[in-house]
């Protein structure tokens, strides 16, 4: 069956982890941890021997999820006065092995339809620092423990947007910006070759303004309609892009951001949520 090849010509071993700190939570000069999954979950968070269940990469970190062989959330810390554009060529994506294989959803979910090897970290959100650095950060993009399951219309269209103006404006404004990114994990999620396809994703967007304040923005996005039709390997419809409070994210999906609700605009005002008809709308 087509899916089940497994294309590898690059394996890693643990010791090659051993000096990647991953996410920075003084990165802004102002504490932001990680995100805190709910009790409930705790026993399906995919654990490392002797390290806990931080996978940590250059510049970004992954929490896994051993139940849908997902990520539960990544963080990345983005530095837009020390990028580099890393050139992005043929895709070769990695297992990762500090977690079991068998808690990573690999090529076989992803060949031969519609779907992305959608980047939950994009890209060249870590590829900034020493050119070196910026490779390797490029590089550990690509492992499946970064990816997520997004229909090609959905990773390729508003998603895509929405990712190139957080990065386009830190670029060229210099900013330093915090990114959580994960999909909604829901029980009534669409089955497929063992895996439930999350239907909806977002992001959580982290800075400091002029006068040092923190700022936390979220969004969410849905590819619902999109994935509906999978098995026919097409789909009808269109999509909608909303700003969320990010108490909205965290009812979601379990997880608990601290004190970042108290910089979010939304949850201040109690706004329920906001259509982006464009990309001009998008606010960081």
């Known amino acids: 069956m087509i899916y089940l090849t497994e294309p590898q010509s690059v394996t890693f071993k643990?010791?090659?982890?051993?000096?990647?700190?991953?996410?920075?939570?003084?990165?802004?000069g102002k504490q932001v941890p990680l995100p805190k999954i709910s009790k409930k979950f705790l026993d399906d968070i995919a654990k490392i021997k002797n390290s806990g269940s931080e996978l940590k990469y250059t510049h970004f970190s992954v929490v896994l999820s051993k139940k849908r062989s997902l990520a539960f959330f990544t963080a990345v810390n983005i530095d837009g006065s020390k990028s580099h554009k890393i050139r992005r060529k043929a895709d070769v994506w990695y297992y990762d092995p500090r977690i079991d294989k068998k808690y990573q959803?690999?090529?076989?979910l992803y060949a031969g339809n519609p779907l992305d090897r959608g980047h939950l970290v994009r890209q060249l959100d870590p590829t900034w620092g020493d050119l070196e650095t910026a490779k390797t950060a490029n590089d550990d993009t690509f492992h499946f423990t970064n990816c997520s399951p997004q229909h090609k219309k959905f990773n390729?269209?508003?998603?895509?947007?929405?990712?190139n103006y957080i990065l386009d404006n830190t670029d060229k404004h210099d900013l330093k910006v915090s990114v959580f990114t994960?999909?909604?994990f829901r029980d009534d999620d669409m089955p497929y070759r063992k895996v439930r396809i999350p239907a909806e994703f977002w992001k959580v967007l982290v800075m400091r303004k002029?006068?040092?304040k923190l700022s936390a923005t979220a969004y969410l996005q849905t590819q619902k309609n999109l994935i509906e039709e999978l098995a026919l390997e097409f789909a009808f419809g269109k999509y909608q892009t909303y700003q969320v409070?990010?108490?909205t994210i965290e009812s979601l999906t379990g997880l608990d951001f601290g004190i970042l609700k108290k910089y979010d605009?939304?949850?201040?005002?109690?706004?329920?949520?906001?259509?982006?008809?464009g990309q001009k709308n998008i606010r960081l």
Do not use: H, R, S
């Open 14 to 28: 643990v010791k090659d982890y051993k000096d990647k700190y991953g996410y920075n939570p003084n990165f802004l």
């Open 182 to 184: 994960g999909p909604v």
């Open 265 to 277: 605009p939304l949850t201040k005002t109690g706004i329920a949520a906001v259509a982006i008809k």
């Open 245 to 247: 409070p990010l108490t």
């Open 210 to 212: 002029t006068n040092k």
């Open 105 to 108: 959803a690999g090529e076989w």
């Open 156 to 163: 390729q269209g508003k998603w895509a947007k929405l990712e």
